[in-house]
């Protein structure tokens, strides 16, 4: 066994957390409690190749692995949860096209990602199909050449600011399978009847951009198709093994982030005449974070070193992604109570770590989901 990440990986992440320290804590506030998603940002990320490294050098990105995408996601969530979601989520839904997309869509999707001329997305949420995915109710009806498109998706990342999304719709309602009426479409959000409204007041992550959109007889034509018509549903799954292994990431640099403000408050803050870290209660506290992100560290990398070696492994993914969860929710309330009074003020880092943490447990599959999946492999195995 070899554990050690390689000198290319380690170089990505000195890189990374470089770029994050210089440039994310300048705007973090004001990108936070104003709501806005700092597009300078993401130009100097795509001109530094930090956005979208899984791409292949043959469409213009730097053909590495979903685990290097990780390392990055890490070191930028470090820094601020929010930024980060929203740099690195520009790419989201492009996995699809890279896994299932043809040779064309690939051609010309992928290489503008990484670029900063575009931006995408994946809609699957409806407001009354979450968890349930195969309960989507958006409607793409074939006429003649085009796919006709109707219904509202919610919670989109990147719903406004996208150029285009892979959405989820019915293609194939009188499937003898549930999960067989399922197509992935791309849509052009400057389509006609295509819909988009920010949503506000969030309580995390306010630097990155969520909607809700909506299709009305929204005509793309049909080689919009994403993959196989009727194996929407299973294709996102797949997608899913991928794209909840960068939440573990997202997930575990920031309760890092969170941790290391705690070390630094409790070594400077005095009590009782001593530093607060001098009291075992504190050594204990920050002994256990520490133990979490790295037990989560481990769990999350080997399904990433895993993935990248085409060995799909879904329930330990969502062992990752429950665990990691976890892990930020806890660290982080543990690392605000070390700041006392002072963490419950916004002009400490720790106040928005604490807001930004808790959707790690419910984007791309909530905790109970991932629970499921896991009791599913392995009640069905003994
Ligand atoms: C900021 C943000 C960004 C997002 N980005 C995207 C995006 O880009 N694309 C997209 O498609 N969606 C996105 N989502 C949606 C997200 O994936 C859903 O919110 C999530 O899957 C949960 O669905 P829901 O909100 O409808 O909750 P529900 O499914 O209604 O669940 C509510 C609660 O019930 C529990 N529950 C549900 N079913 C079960 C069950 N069978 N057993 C036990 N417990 C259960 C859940 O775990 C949860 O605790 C985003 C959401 C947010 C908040």
Redesign the pocket.
Known sequence: MDFDLTDEQKDIIKAAREFAEREFPEVAQECDREEKVPKHLWKKACELGFVGVFIPETYGGAGLGYLEHCLINEEFWRVDPGIAHFILATT?GSELILLFGTEEQKKKRLPPLVQAQTIT?????EPDA???VSSVRTTAVLDGSEYVINGT?T????GSIANFLQVLCVTEPHARSRHDRFSVITVETDRKGFEANKLKN?LG?RASD?AEISFSDVRVPKENLVGKAGRGFQQFMVFFDHTRLHVCAEAIGLAQGAMEQAIKHVRKREQFGKPLASFQVTQFKIAEMATRIEAGRNLYQKAAWLLDQERVEPHLISMAKWYTGETAVKVTEEALQLHGGYGFIGDYNIERFYRDCK?VE????????EK?IIARELLGKY
Request: net charge neutral; charged share 20%; proline share 0%.
């Open positions: 989201f997305g994946a809609a699957i949420t979450g968890s349930d998706k919670f989109i990342s990147n969030k992550i969520t959707i419910i984007y791309e599959g909530t905790k109970e989901i499921t």
